[in-house]
Every structure is written in C-alpha cells, then in structure tokens.
C-alpha cells in the first residue's frame, strides 16, 4: 500500500492527499510532527534528506516534492486526464505546476506561512504583492473557462488549489476573485474530494 507521509496543515501535503482521494486510490497516511522536528530525524532524513513533507513511498519507489508527487500519481494509476502525453496539453498542464511553485509559493502561500506560522524571516509587503498579482492572473484567466486548462480537471488544478483556497489564513480575502471562487467550488464537487483545515468539504446532499 502507497504510505504518504505529511502534515495536517500542510498545503502541499494535501495536494497528495487530494490527489489520491480523487484517483480513487487507498494509501496510508503517516503524520511527521514538523513541530517537534520529526522531519529532521535520521529516520526521515534516510527516505527524504530535504527534510521535506510530502513524502510518497509506493512499494521500493520513494517520491519527495508535491508536485512530482502529482505527476507521479497521475502517470501511474490515472488517466491521460489528469497528465497529458502530447506535447501541446501536456506544455499547458506544466506551465501551472512551475506557477505552483513560483508565483503562488512567494504569494499567497508565503503570506499564510508569516501569519499561521509566525515566519519572521518572510517580506510580507512582497508575498501580498505577489499575492495580488497571480490571484488576479488567475482570475482573468478562469473568466471564460471552467478549469485552468483543457477543459476538463488536470493536475494542473490540483496543484495551484490548495494555496489559493488557503488564502485567507494569510489575511488574503478570495472576495474579490469571482471566479476563482466558482472554480474552487467546482474541485469542491469533484468525486472523491477530500478537504483539510482551512478548506472545508461541500455538505452532503
């Protein structure tokens, strides 16, 4: 069975979570005590010498980095859905996971970092700046379309989620972003989601 190894308050922890929810497929979750410096240890250090949560280990496969994590997932037990093979797709689906990793780490998830975890060493002025550029980006772009590309979920949308919808912890209100909130609604009610704290699952019907 996949063993995922993160934390509960994780954005990028919850990516995988998510993932796997929506794949549909089991796995066991594994907590690692950020707080306590549980990513630190021999033990963890030995699977992922970043020290870094998520981790995803499947049979003698080890997978670090959210995102790797997402493109891993989605080659080895999803569709041509989730990652496309051609070259075009397939371009358009990346160019979100670099954004992931770029203009959302130093907005919106850096200004939740300084205000939920008390990051000192974080420039606040600029992960807001930052902040309101990609939200607005987004938003523009998701004006006339129902997800971020090819007209139907990819990981692409699994990855950009979390942080966006996280937003508020770092004082980022989504209020005026109508169409980034029409777009979380609808992962919101894809099968098989899952939430986490901070992001709240549709109620049953």
Do not use: C
């Not at 999803?78 to 496309?84: A, E, K, N, T, Y």
């Not at 002025?125 to 607005?136: C, D, G, M, P, V």
């Not at 996280?166 to 029409?182: E, M, Q, R, T, V």
């Amino acid at each position: 069975m996949i063993k995922l190894y993160g934390h509960e308050l994780s954005g990028n922890s919850y990516k995988a979570k998510l993932m796997l929810s929506l794949l549909g497929w089991d796995y066991q979750w594994i907590k690692v005590d950020l707080m306590t410096g549980e990513h630190k240890r021999p033990e963890f250090l030995a699977l992922n010498p970043f020290g870094q949560v998520p981790l995803l280990v499947d049979e003698n496969t080890v997978i670090a980095d959210a995102q790797a994590i997402l493109v891993y997932l989605a080659r080895q037990y999803g569709s041509d859905q989730w990652l496309p093979l051609a070259a075009l797709p397939l371009a358009q689906v990346m160019r979100w996971i670099s954004i992931t990793a770029g203009e959302i780490r130093q907005g919106p998830e850096s200004a939740r970092l300084y205000h939920l975890f008390k990051a000192a060493s974080i420039n606040l002025e600029r992960a807001n700046q930052k902040a309101e550029f990609i939200l607005k980006q987004l938003n523009d772009h998701l004006a006339n379309r129902e997800w971020l590309e090819l007209g139907y979920p990819t990981i692409a949308d699994v990855a950009v989620f979390p942080y966006v919808a996280l937003a508020p912890d770092g004082k980022i209100s989504l209020g005026k972003y109508p169409h980034i909130l029409a777009w979380s609604d609808r992962i919101k009610n894809l099968p098989g989601f899952v939430g986490m704290i901070g992001i709240e699952a549709p109620a049953a019907v």
